[in-house]
Every structure is written in C-alpha cells, then in structure tokens.
C-alpha cells in the first residue's frame, strides 16, 4: 500500500522570535533595539507576515495528503520521503539550505517577504499554493546544478551554491590541489580556503570573489553543469605555489584536495554547523553532483 503523498513545509525562526528568546518579553526587546535605534514594530510586522504566509500555505496542501513542518535548524535531523513536495516558505537562502538535505523531491518556493528578497529561489507568493501543490510532482521543474564533495572514507556533502574547503578558523591551510587525475601532478597550495560553487551560487559568495579578482571566467547559469572555483588567498613561499587559483569544472570534471594541516573542514551554503572533518593526509573530491535540485518554475 502506497503512502499518501506528504507536504513538508520547511521554514525558520524569525528575528522577533529570536529576539524573544533572548530578551524574554516584548517590551524588553523593544528597549534593546530603541536604544539601538532601531523599532521593534518593523521586526514584528515581518514576522507576522511570515506566520500569515506559513499559514495560508498550510491551509492550500490538499486534504487526502500528510504534511509536516520542519525548522531550519532541524533539517539535518529530518527524514525527507520520495514522496514528498517541499515547500519552502521563506526566504532564498532557505531553499538553498534545504537542497542539500534532498535527493530529487520537487520544490515549491514561496516568498514571505517580495520586494524584500531576491526571489531567484523563492518564486511564488502564498496565493499560489492552492494551484501550485497538487500538480508539483508532475508539472515541469528546473533541474538546477548542485555540488558535492566525497571524501575518502565515504563522508559525503552536497550544496545548491558553493562547497567551502579550509580551515575551520578561515586562517591559513596547507594542501594539494589538482584535477581529481592519478596521472596529475597536485600544486602545494597555503591559503585560506577553496570555493566550488554552482551557477545559482555565482550570484552570492562566488560572485564576491569572482569581481574581487577581476576574474576573466564567464559564470555559469543555474542549470549549467559547469562549475566554477577559487582559491582564497593563495600564499607563494619557497614550497607553496599559486598557478592553481580558479578555473572552471565541465559536467564531469573534478578537483582533487589532499589535506597536509591538522584539520579542514568542507562545509555548504554556509552551514558551518553541519561538516565534514578532514585530517592530515585525508583526500577529498568535488565536483558536480548527479542529484539536481528540482524547483518548481
């Protein structure tokens, strides 16, 4: 017997509501930030908004279908179903902190906040979910690129925008890096840290280091299979070199880094919480995933 089709509405904590957890009441919030220069009301207001959205999204998921919430925080905990259509209520950066989380599940972005975001993610508003939902498992998606890194004891981590690789602290790393070929010869490299990223993350942080540099690479589009990397601070000494310092990975190329510092970390979309550790003499890989995100147009 087939399990009904489940909704999981995926959303975080307001800033009201962590300005609450901190301070305990309103009115105590609402001095912290008077004395700031800053007026509670508007945090408030936009939280309300949210818990409206939240709300009138809930109440579109048809009625013979399951649905769960899950909180930010709680998605690496959470168990995702083949059968389920998320729905992300919020902001950008929320879907993309889903994506790493799901393996082909369609997804519904709905912006709690237009004007405020982006939307490139969160395309929808509230009012379109009663349309939206029953048809998100079979209406045409965008298949947008994302990457993974694989270390060698099997420890795997997958990002919609960028995979970081370096020292936990952001200071100096010392590696090997080259193309993912035994026939290649790695440069030793000391930097801050390394950048994979897909053409949805060539919007964010790739796109910082990308102009910084001045960089002459064309970044690529959301559902590009290339991908695009850089290397941070790139330190030349007498054993250190920085002939390797970006570059572009076609569909099926990838990078090869083998750790020579205590530790590394790989972590995606910014979730630092959520890493892999990486040890002395440790090699790990990255590349294009063959998972896409599946985002509802």
Do not use: C
């Amino acid at each position: 017997m087939s399990l009904a089709q489940r909704a999981v509405l995926v959303h975080r904590t307001t800033e009201y509501e962590e300005l609450l957890a901190r301070h305990g009441t309103h009115g105590q919030a609402a001095f912290f930030l008077a004395s700031r220069g800053r007026d509670l009301d508007e945090v408030a207001e936009r939280h309300h908004r949210t818990r409206r959205a939240l709300a009138e999204v809930a109440a579109a998921v048809p009625l013979q279908w399951r649905q769960s919430r899950v909180e930010r925080a709680d998605l690496d905990r959470f168990l995702f179903a083949p059968e389920d259509v998320v729905v992300v209520v919020g902001q950008d950066g929320l879907v993309a902190n889903a994506a790493k989380y799901l393996s082909g599940q369609p997804v519904v972005g709905i912006d709690t906040d237009p004007g405020r975001n982006p939307g490139v993610l969160v395309r929808h508003r509230p009012s379109d979910a009663g349309k939206l939902l029953p048809s998100a498992a079979t209406t045409r998606a965008d298949e947008l690129t994302m990457v993974e890194a694989v270390a060698d004891d099997t420890q795997r981590l997958l990002a919609l925008n960028e995979i970081y690789l370096g020292p936990p602290g952001h200071q100096t790393a010392r590696y090997r890096l080259g193309p993912d070929d035994p026939a290649a010869v790695p440069e030793p490299q000391a930097s801050s840290g390394l950048l994979v990223g897909t053409g949805t993350g060539s919007t964010g942080w790739l796109r910082s280091l990308w102009q910084q540099r001045g960089s002459a690479l064309a970044l690529p589009g959301p559902a590009d299979p290339r991908l695009i990397w850089f290397v941070r601070e790139a330190w030349p000494s007498p054993t250190t070199g920085t002939s390797l310092v970006e570059g572009v990975l076609e569909s099926a190329e990838r990078l090869r880094l083998t750790v020579e510092s205590d530790r590394l970390v790989a972590f995606g979309d910014g979730i630092e919480s959520d890493a892999l550790e990486l040890t002395w003499g440790q090699t790990v890989s990255v590349g294009r995933s063959e998972t896409a995100l599946r985002l509802v147009g």
